[in-house]
């Protein structure tokens, strides 16, 4: 949900006009996406106990130049890093550092690159060895609210369609989501319009074919409610409950829904 505007585009969509997309564009897009799902999955192959999350975002910045692409992340507004990497009660955009990963903790990785001038957007939560119940039941609940909202992503439907959905799925298993940060539309810029809520209090626009999306719930055991910490980045739940981060990007044509940032090796 956190990228950066690149600086080397050209063609941005004004502000506030949705931006449908051309085969070609969403071929490109799939390529992004592509690569960036191998790079989510080999960082959380590698994300174990007992390591440095700075060493995780290091390799994402590794196989990302490898590939010929940009570090969506690194650089906005002075964002330090590739990745954002927030364990336990961080909701979205932990700064990589010293910091080792334990038994028990859960972690999000979120990413994104920049290929041929477009964005992909990527993240992922998983836990660290045993994990308590509950915390287990947190990653399953958030990760099927990230596919009920791409099922809910549909040609001629509306964008609000889709935080009903989420929304729906993770208050029914008495967990919460975020509302002060959203998905978004993406593509030459990654914060496009439309705003993608994780609640279904907004219609929103008709979704048309082309549009692509970054469809990404928040989920947290207690309360919604978010607070920023005094680094001026990390984003921790009010309450101090545990918090998962699931996000793909996605393709809506007229024959159905493409996820882009699938990883086909997985």
């Known amino acids: 949900m956190f990228c950066a505007a690149a600086t080397n585009q050209t063609a941005e969509p004004p502000e506030g006009q949705i931006y449908l997309k051309s ?17 989510i999955r080999e960082v959380l192959q590698n994300a174990g106990e007992g390591v440095p999350t700075i060493e995780l975002d290091k390799l994402a910045y590794r196989r990302i130049r490898e590939a010929g692409a940009v570090p969506g992340f690194l650089g906005l507004y002075s964002f330090p890093n ?6 336990n009660e961080e909701v979205v955009h932990g700064i990589p550092g010293k910091r080792r990963l334990k038994s028990g903790d859960i972690v999000s990785i979120d990413c994104g690159l920049i290929l041929d001038g477009f964005f992909a957007d990527h993240a992922w939560t998983i836990g660290i060895g045993k994990l308590d119940p509950e ?27 889709i935080g009903q959905a989420i929304e729906e799925h993770v208050t029914a298993a008495g967990f919460s989501v975020v509302e002060e940060y959203t998905g978004h ?6 914060h496009e319009d ?26 947290n055991i207690g ?11 990390t984003v921790v739940t009010a309450d101090r409950s545990l918090s998962a981060h699931f996000e793909h990007t996605v393709a809506i044509g007229s024959r159905g829904t493409e996820i882009l940032t699938r990883d086909e090796d997985n």
């Open 194 to 219: 439309p705003k993608v809520y994780n609640t279904g209090a907004r219609r929103g626009k008709r979704i048309g074919q082309g549009l692509t999306l970054a469809i990404e719930p928040m989920v």
């Open 135 to 161: 915390a287990e039941r947190l990653l399953r609940v958030g990760e099927e609210s990230l596919y009920k909202g791409i099922a809910a992503a549909r040609y001629g439907g509306r964008v609000g369609d």
């Open 82 to 87: 590739t990745l954002c990497i927030s364990i």
């Open 23 to 39: 085969a070609s564009e969403i071929a490109t897009m799939r390529r992004a996406g592509r690569l960036l799902g191998r790079i």
């Open 185 to 190: 539309g993406i593509g030459r810029r990654c």
């Open 223 to 233: 309360t919604g409610k978010t607070k920023e910490l005094e680094d001026g980045w």
